[in-house]
């Protein structure tokens, strides 16, 4: 494997006194797509975390540029991630802020930017994904996948060379998922950029993933690259994908669902269900 | 046995969370004197909201609350003080009941109710849809970007409001004392200017600056001190405002003892 932007080493945590993730090892190869998968609740998001810094693991190590973070002071922590974007499963836009001044914040934060400087550099971000006319809006005011698309734009306006994804695709609208993987793709092709992406997308982790961890039972299960991964005839890791993309089914079913239920003549509820039942 | 064991383990999370307030106040003394670049703007901008919300906009309440105080202290001496041959007190009394003890802790409660629970209700919420999370990933110090504007607008707006409660109290008092006295303003206000020393508004001045820091940090430390739960947020927020309560009050005592025994 190539030369690792980030480590992790023997990393355990629990909540609560239930354990999460247990002893987790693995190399994140510098501009690289690496793709974290496996079923619901195997401790994916909270890999992500750990190795974002956000969550400090109970025991073992996690390494940015060989540097072990726990070793950093905070000021040096922070100063780190300016480097960092983190885009959220649930979006976390500061809700206080419009879409502009969401976009402006780690500008305003971290450079001594203008004030023109700062508003061509969010009015270029927002163009690239198509949010112009949502610039004063605030989170409240958006769907979910515009929010998702403004996390990102705000992730990417700081030029960073780490870039963490949690869910990216999910819970958003197909318009938002093209303008999504449009961006992913280009960003897989830059070599300066690493991209951990947390997905249970088997056809974003298909077509956009150059090494994938499959995480089961809270271990690191399989890692390797793509090919590696996907066609090995290992029997558990065909398990593991196919119960990964069982969920991903049962999703989109339950989904469909509820629009087949919009359309019928009873819509999504039983005839004595549902708002105005008598 | 219950008893004792059920008191130990009240007093060991009370030990705990003391010490835990203590190192976050540590940590925001220590970011505070940190240079940094850009932050300035970022902060200004809470930090003037922070103002607004907790100095101007709680002026009408304040208002009304000092003036009612001046007021009815006035009813209060003119009541008993004849008595004793006292009336010469009354601006003695106004300015040792009003400047020096009420007025500070007063507006200490009303920025409790205001902008102490506001405080901690807008982190805690901020940590559950992480906010919080998103700033830290960002490299946006919480600490620098949330609490300290915050901190620093509260301390600001107490100490102004002080001010205002007591120009309100002696305004009350004086329209409570020309109505039952006759007096002239002008003789009204010599009587408060000559019975006040410097002391006075040092301790004034003090106890808001002492309040202001108290309130804001312990509001901004229950509000991070939420996890995971929004149901954290409002046991918080009752947590937030009995312990500033206490705080300001034992702040109170303990400045009260050093001017008279210190």
Known sequence: MDEYVLEMKDVSVSFGGERILDGISMGFPRGRLIAVTGPSGCGKSTLLKIAAGLIPPDSGSVYLEGVDIASLSRRALFARRKECAFVFQDAALLSNLDVYNNLALPLRYHYNHSAKEIEKKVTRALESFGLEEEKRHLPAQLSMGEKKLVSFARGLIIDPKLIFLDEPLSGIDASAREKMVDTIIPLRDDPATTIIMVSHNIELIKSAADYIALVFNKKLFAYGTRDEILKSRDPITQKILSIIIDEEAQIAEEILGVLTGLGSPEGPFGPDEGPGAM | ?262
């Open chain 2, 1 to 262: 046995m219950g008893f004792f064991s059920g008191f130990g383990k009240w007093f060991l999370v009370q030990l705990d969370d003391f010490t835990s307030l203590c190192a976050y106040g540590t940590l925001i003394a220590r970011t505070i004197f940190q240079k940094r670049t850009g932050i300035f703007r970022t902060g200004l901008n809470v930090l003037f909201k922070q103002v607004i919300f907790t100095g101007v906009d709680a002026l009408p309440v304040i208002g009304f609350v000092s003036l009612v105080i001046g007021g009815v202290s006035i009813i209060q001496s003119l009541t008993f003080l004849p008595r004793f041959g006292g009336e010469s007190f009354i601006g003695k009394l106004l300015v040792t009941v009003i400047i020096r003890e009420l007025g500070p802790l007063l507006t200490g409660f009303i920025v409790i109710g205001r902008s102490g629970t506001a405080i901690t209700a807008e982190i805690g919420n901020m940590v559950v849809s992480h906010e919080i999370e998103a700033l830290e990933s960002m490299g946006v110090d919480p600490v620098r970007y949330i609490a300290i504007p915050r901190i620093i607008g509260v301390t600001a707006s107490l100490v102004s409001l002080n001010i205002y409660f007591n120009i309100f109290a002696i305004l009350g008092g004086f329209l409570v004392s020309k109505l039952v006295l006759v007096t002239s303003f002008t003789i009204f206000l010599q009587r408060i200017v000559q019975s006040m020393a410097v002391s006075d508004i040092v301790i004034n001045l003090a106890k808001g600056c002492i309040f202001g820091v108290l309130i804001a940090l312990i509001c901004t430390f229950k509000g991070f001190s939420v996890k995971f739960s929004s149901t954290e947020v409002p046991r918080m927020t009752t947590k937030a405002v009995v312990n500033a309560i206490t705080a300001i009050f034992l702040a109170n005592g303990v400045v009260t003892f050093i001017y008279y025994f210190g």
